[in-house]
Every structure is written in structure tokens, then in C-alpha cells.
């Protein structure tokens, strides 16, 4: 019986025998379309993931999101793997999903801690390939991120240097402002500060 299965590869999962665990759980995967399948593919991913095995992670996150398009976990490992090795258009869906799951976690316990500091860097991320991918959209993420931690001198600079880079030197001048005010002795941002300021000037007049 398909619990049965499910069950033997569940403690051999649990007991870190994942050579053992993982033909169970494939089979169940592959014959089940209930719950079943739907925590042993969580449980294959994880395993491949934490073995460093990061082509058998992508199958199993892919075979998995082909029939439950909304396991976060499996987002989670792909949009890491597929960042990790420079394919930011392929990581960029999952950051997406890892962001509005995120924000569902947030809607529902909005002073915790963990939950607003795995936004935060999801969000960074995210910004950071819009970035890279030529999406202007990276301003907005990143201008989350500095609202959500005001008093993170790097999240303001980066904001700033996003904001320089698709509308031109000057541009995120409020924002250099913003990251040496929450950083007040660090010169770098004083210098980046009154760099911005300058051009922003020159463009005014």
C-alpha cells in the first residue's frame, strides 16, 4: 500500500538514511498525486539539496513544481541553484513566488522577526536580478527592503546606486543621504553622499 511505502521512506528521511529513503519516496511520487507526492517530493528535494547534489535537486524541484506549482520549498531550492550559477532569468520566478509567500507569512504574524528578515533578503535578492536583468522594477524591491530596515546603512546605499544606474548620476542621491545618516561615520557612504549631491546640483542648474 502506497502509505506503507510512504512511511518506510519517511523514517529512513528522518533518520538521515537518504539512500534508502529515496526510492520509497520517488515511487510514491511517482504513482501518488495526493499528499502523499506531495511531501515526498519536499523530502527528495531537501535531500539532494543538503547532499550538494544540485542536478538532482533542480529534477526533483522541477518534476515536483510540474505537478504542485505552489511548493514554496522547492522554489526556495531552485531560485538559490539557478542564482548560484548565474541564471537570473530562470531564478527569478522563484524569488517572485518566495516574495509573495513572504508577504502571506507577514499579513498573518506581522512582528516576526524571522519572517521580516527572510523577506528582507528575498527581496534584496529579487532586486538584485531585476538588476542585473535590466528591470527597473529592482528600485522598487530594493526601496521595500530599505522601508522594512530604515536603519541598514547597505540596503539605502545599494538602493542608491540602483537608482544612479537606470536614471543617471544623481538620481539616488536621497537615498546616499538616507544610508549615511543610518551610518554617520562611515566616509565611504559620506564620500558616495556628497559625490551625489554634487551632480545632482550640477544637473539643477
Known amino acids: 500500500p ?11 528521511y528522518k ?9 520509497y519516496l520517488w515511487r510514491v511520487f511517482i504513482t501518488d498525486s495526493t499528499k502523499y507526492a506531495r511531501n515526498a517530493i519536499r523530502y527528495i528535494s531537501r535531500m539532494y539539496f543538503d547532499q550538494g547534489q544540485a542536478d538532482s535537486t533542480l529534477i526533483s524541484c522541477y518534476r515536483g513544481l510540474e505537478k504542485f506549482p505552489n511548493i514554496v520549498t522547492l522554489h526556495y531550492y531552485a531560485g538559490i541553484l539557478q542564482n548560484k550559477v548565474g541564471k537570473s532569468i530562470c531564478a527569478i520566478p522563484h524569488y517572485e513566488i518566495l516574495v509573495e ?5 507577514i499579513a498573518k504574524a506581522p512582528g516576526d522577526k524571522a519572517k521580516l528578515d527572510s523577506y528582507t533578503e528575498n527581496l534584496k535578492t529579487l532586486a538584485y536580478l531585476y538588476y542585473k536583468t535590466e528591470d527597473e522594477r529592482a528600485i522598487e524591491l530594493q526601496q521595500k527592503a530599505v522601508n522594512l530596515n530604515p536603519d541598514i546603512a547597505e540596503l539605502a546605499n545599494t538602493l542608491a546606486q540602483y537608482n544612479d544606474y537606470f536614471y543617471g548620476k544623481g538620481a539616488g542621491t536621497a537615498a546616499y543621504r538616507q544610508a549615511w545618516l543610518n551610518d554617520p561615520e562611515n566616509l565611504d557612504l559620506a564620500e558616495k ?3 551625489a549631491a554634487a551632480q ?3 544637473l539643477e542648474n
Open 2 to 12: 502506497l502509505g506503507l511505502l510512504y512511511n518506510f521512506g519517511y523514517e529512513y
Open 200 to 202: 545632482a546640483d550640477t
Open 101 to 105: 509567500s513572504n508577504e502571506a507569512d
Open 15 to 23: 533518520n538521515k538514511s537518504y539512500k534508502e529513503a529515496l526510492p
Open 193 to 195: 553622499y556628497a559625490e
